[in-house]
């Protein structure tokens, strides 16, 4: 069983940075693709970015393009959101997940997510 937990949420302002933190439990965490994504209240969860086992690859969704950077610190077992120039629709909770395989697509991670962490950005 792989085990996931977010950190790094908070109360933030508009055009400010938060760093959320993801803790893999397993030391097979390298062999696993990484996401994150975010649900807002009454919407469905959506992706936000992708990184592959290895760190050579990674996606944004485009409306965080520019402002968000996805990071894999396998030694730590740890993927990373490094969001800058936050605005209020970003506000959500982000959960990060774990699959074998790699996608944009939120229905296709099916195997391991986190129990979220709330970000919320002030106007």
């Known amino acids: 069983q792989v085990q996931l937990g977010e950190s790094g949420g908070g109360l933030v302002q508009a055009g400010g940075s938060l760093r959320l933190s993801c803790a893999v439990s397993r030391r097979t965490f390298v062999s696993y693709n990484m996401g994150w994504f975010r649900q807002a209240p009454g919407k469905e969860r959506d992706f936000v970015a992708a990184i592959n086992w290895n760190g050579g690859r990674a996606d944004y969704a485009d409306s965080v393009k520019g402002r968000f950077t996805i990071s894999r610190d396998n030694a730590k077992r740890t993927v990373y959101l490094q969001m800058n120039s936050l605005k209020p629709e970003d506000t959500a909770v982000y959960y990060c997940?774990?699959?074998?395989?790699?996608?944009?697509?939120?229905?296709?991670?099916?195997?391991?997510w986190g129990q979220g962490t709330q970000v919320t950005v002030s106007s």
């Open positions: 997940a774990a699959s074998s395989s790699y996608s944009t697509v939120v229905a296709r991670w099916k195997d391991y």
